[in-house]
Antibody, heavy 117, light 107 residues
Framework: EVQLVQSGAEVKKPGESLKISCKGSGYSFTRFWITWVRQTPGKGLECMGIIDPGDSDTRYSPSFQGQATISVDKSISTAYLQWSTLKASDTAMYYC??????????WGQGSLVTVSS | AIQMTQSPSSLSASVGDRVTITCRPSQGIRNDLGWFQQKPGKAPKLLIYAASSLQSGVPSTFSGSRSDTDFTLTISSLQSEDFATYYCLQYYNFPYTFGQGTKLEIK
């Protein structure tokens, strides 16, 4: 079964760093691009960026360029989303999804990130 | 970025009803559109891709279509498990963009 399993919920303070993960299984990890999607009550679902696990080619949505970093470690079939300096506005649910063609076909269960002083 | 205007934002219906949800992109997207269902506390689930192709395992009560510039998701006969929030997504142009969602509630 194709599956993406994400790391658990995090509670952080503004200014702290964070790296959340998304581990793929049941398929060849380098075969499909992975996207990260942010969900907030105010802005809904937003595509943050996409990454090719094969060569780490990464594209960021202009809204998220410079705000977070997407990476992969293909040796352990895992994608990452990280922040060096969290802000309260980073509070959201974050999903990774496997891109079949150009659309997110299989989703992780989500990682809730709460940033609060 | 391409804007996706989804309507209605909410909808009340009864089991057995036929419902339609519409998305209109701000520019042409060929048929590069998907529909997703999201239930509370769960990740979105792919229902339809390429505007009208049914994802494997999705009931045939769900269908997608395109009429000129508008894309439509139709549920032909609502079941109790269909009450959820639905989103469209254009993947013609990066950054891919979602509609604002339609919350389907029980009447």
């Amino acid at each position: 079964e194709v599956q993406l399993v994400q790391s658990g919920a995090e509670v952080k303070k503004p200014g702290e760093s964070l790296k959340i993960s998304c581990k793929g299984s049941g398929y060849s990890f380098t075969r499909f691009w992975i996207t990260w999607v942010r969900q907030t009550p105010g802005k809904g679902l937003e595509c943050m960026g996409i990454i090719d696990p094969g060569d780490s080619d990464t594209r960021y949505s202009p809204s998220f360029q410079g705000q977070a970093t997407i990476s992969v470690d293909k040796s352990i079939s895992t994608a990452y989303l990280q922040w060096s300096t969290l802000k309260a506005s980073d509070t959201a649910m974050y999903y990774c999804a496997l891109m079949r063609g150009d659309f997110p076909a299989v989703w992780g269960q989500g990682s809730l990130v709460t940033v609060s002083s | 970025a391409i804007q996706m205007t989804q309507s209605p934002s909410s909808l009340s219906a009864s089991v057995g009803d036929r419902v339609t949800i519409t998305c209109r992109p701000s520019q042409g997207i060929r048929n590069d559109l998907g529909w997703f269902q999201q239930k509370p506390g769960k990740a979105p689930k792919l229902l339809i891709y390429a505007a009208s192709s049914l994802q494997s395992g999705v009931p045939s009560t769900f269908s997608g279509s395109r009429s000129d510039t508008d894309f439509t998701l139709t549920i032909s006969s609502l079941q109790s498990e269909d009450f959820a929030t639905y989103y469209c997504l254009q993947y013609y142009n990066f950054p891919y963009t979602f509609g604002q969602g339609t919350k389907l509630e029980i009447k």
